[in-house]
């Protein structure tokens, strides 16, 4: 526990996995505030909104939070590549009476960049945390000068590796069971990938600073086995799903409390690349892994007038719906109850 104090500064080692599009601050506090690491993901997020809810954050806990952001490249507009996914698509079009041409714009997702690095130096969180590797060498140096801790998530060693010589201060050892987007960036080769309990002790045994472990893992005996395995705090997301702070739809929630969740696919129909979550109808005839999605962040445009439509009608047929693949800690109570739970720790009246 020495080193996960001098290094977060936290009471337990439980970190709540930055999920966005079913969370806001409000989750952040009260993970925060009942001794773990509270996360708030930033990448949909512009600048005037990240002030707006650290604001928040600092006006109701002093405790420290994660800021986490994405590092990947915008791809170059496909204009054909666009078009051959419409077209793949459109008979969930006609289906639900739409027009193929619509486009209700979908989630934009930012790398990070000197603006948003300007912005961390200023509001000076105690950790940042990077899926998809990290920022260039500069804009690393420069909010490391403002005192933040970095974390990075790694799916295999080599990332880990490359992580540790680039200035990170604590890995995040991605396993295959995690749910949401995969955090590789050095191959996009899927096979690559291990299961959090037989990538985390060859991350341990290869590089000498602290590592997280993040996948399936959803209980205390969770916790304490990939601490028994050398991390120093588990990453946990999907078992906060059903937690009352949190913005998870009434669709997403009824998935995770039905059979629907004990399949779970990585797919990358929904936003170009590839993410675990339960099994839908978009995944199984359209995927799981399909050529015709244009490059991430952009295959979620043409998908949301389809998405939208089908909420009203209470489906989830086109709807994301991350999730790990271990469903089995979700529980509908408060997030600090639930903190508390996954340290093992007992809660005080």
């Not at 341990?204 to 991390?231: D, M, Q, T």
């Given at each position: 526990m020495t080193i996960l104090r001098e290094l977060l500064k936290v009471e337990y080692p439980v970190i709540q996995a930055p999920m966005a599009g079913v969370q806001d601050s409000a989750l952040t506090i009260a993970v925060s505030k009942a001794g773990g690491l509270g996360s708030l993901p930033c990448a949909m997020l512009t600048g005037d909104k990240i002030l707006e809810e650290v604001a928040r954050i600092?006006?109701?806990?002093?405790?420290?939070?994660?800021?986490?952001?994405?590092?990947?490249?915008?791809?170059?507009?496909?204009?054909?590549?666009?078009a051959a996914w419409r077209q793949s698509l459109q008979p969930y079009y006609e289906e639900l009476g739409l027009d193929l041409n619509d486009d209700a714009g979908g989630a934009s997702r930012r790398p990070?960049?000197?603006?948003?690095?300007?912005?961390?130096?200023?509001?000076?969180?105690a950790v940042v945390s990077f899926h998809f590797g990290l920022p260039a060498p500069d804009l690393l140096a420069y909010i490391k000068s403002s005192g933040v801790k970095v974390l990075a998530s790694a799916t295999t060693v080599a990332e880990a590796l490359w992580l540790e010589e680039r200035g990170a201060d604590a890995i995040i050892a991605q396993g295959l069971e995690a749910g949401g987007h995969r955090g590789h960036f050095l191959s996009g080769d899927l096979g690559l990938h291990m299961?959090?309990?037989a990538?985390?002790?060859?991350?341990?045994?290869?590089?000498?600073?602290?590592?997280?472990?993040?996948?399936?893992?959803?209980?205390?005996?969770?916790?304490?086995?990939?601490?028994?395995?050398?991390?120093?705090?588990?990453q946990v997301g999907t078992a906060y799903l059903l937690c009352t702070e949190?913005?998870?739809?009434?669709?997403?929630?009824?998935?995770?409390?039905?059979e629907q969740a004990s399949h779970t696919e990585i797919t990358n129909v929904?936003?170009?690349r590839p993410a675990r979550?339960?099994?839908?109808?978009?995944?199984?005839e359209q995927g799981p892994l399909s050529t015709r999605v244009p490059d991430f962040p952009n295959a979620a445009g043409a998908l949301a007038p389809l998405?939208?439509?089908?909420?009203?009608?209470?489906?989830?047929?086109?709807?994301?719906?991350?999730?790990?693949?271990?469903?089995?800690?979700?529980?509908?109570?408060?997030?600090?109850?639930?903190?508390l739970k996954l340290a093992g720790a007992q809660q005080t009246s």
């Open positions: 600092r006006s109701a806990t002093d405790r420290p939070f994660n800021l986490n952001f994405f590092c990947h490249t915008l791809p170059p507009e496909d204009p054909e590549k666009e990070f960049d000197e603006q948003t690095a300007d912005l961390v130096a200023e509001l000076k969180p299961g959090t309990f990538l985390l002790p060859q991350i341990v045994s290869r590089v000498k600073i602290p590592v997280i472990a993040a996948g399936g893992i959803a209980s205390a005996a969770g916790v304490e086995a990939a601490r028994k395995l050398g991390a120093v705090a588990a949190t913005k998870t739809s009434a669709i997403h929630r009824a998935a995770l409390q039905s929904f936003s170009g979550g339960i099994a839908n109808r978009l995944i199984r998405r939208s439509e089908a909420e009203k009608c209470g489906k989830g047929d086109f709807s994301p719906l991350w999730a790990g693949q271990n469903t089995t800690g979700c529980e509908e109570i408060a997030a600090g109850e639930m903190t």
